[in-house]
């Protein structure tokens, strides 16, 4: 059975940090790029980080960017999202996800497999 399973998010004051996590399991980790989405209330699901397949480099929404890093430790199967200096708009339920495909870096329809989600919220 494939599993994405999110874990570390929680309540932060802003300025703070989280680090989550994705577990995966059920499929050949080597074989999909797990990236980050996450969806605020009221708003559609919008990309926040991946990773390239081909060459291992990252992209990061300009919301973002400088403030979280992806990262991954294929011997956990497991990919992180550090997230530093936090805003208020931050806060959202925040996804993992796996596409086999070598293309759709933060394309929704790329993705093979989705996580149930994990809340972080960022209080002013």
């Known amino acids: 059975e494939v599993q994405l399973v999110e874990s570390g998010g929680g309540l932060v004051q802003a300025g703070g940090s989280l680090r989550l996590s994705c577990a995966a399991s059920?499929?050949?980790?080597?074989?999909?790029?797990i990236d980050w989405f996450r969806q605020a209330p009221g708003s559609e699901r919008e990309g926040v980080s991946c990773?390239?397949?081909?060459?291992?480099?990252?992209y990061y929404a300009d919301s973002v960017k400088g403030r979280f890093t992806i990262s991954s430790d294929n011997a956990k199967n497991t990919v992180y999202l550090q997230m530093n200096s936090l805003k208020p708009e931050d806060t959202a339920v925040y996804y993992c996800?796996?596409?086999?495909?070598?293309?759709?870096?933060?394309?929704?329809?790329?993705?093979?497999?989705w996580g149930q989600g994990t809340q972080v919220t960022v209080s002013s």
């Open positions: 996800a796996a596409r086999s495909s070598w293309i759709g870096c933060l394309s929704k329809p790329s993705y093979d497999y």
């Open positions: 990773i390239s397949r081909s060459d291992g480099s990252t």
């Open positions: 059920g499929f050949t980790f080597d074989d999909y790029a």
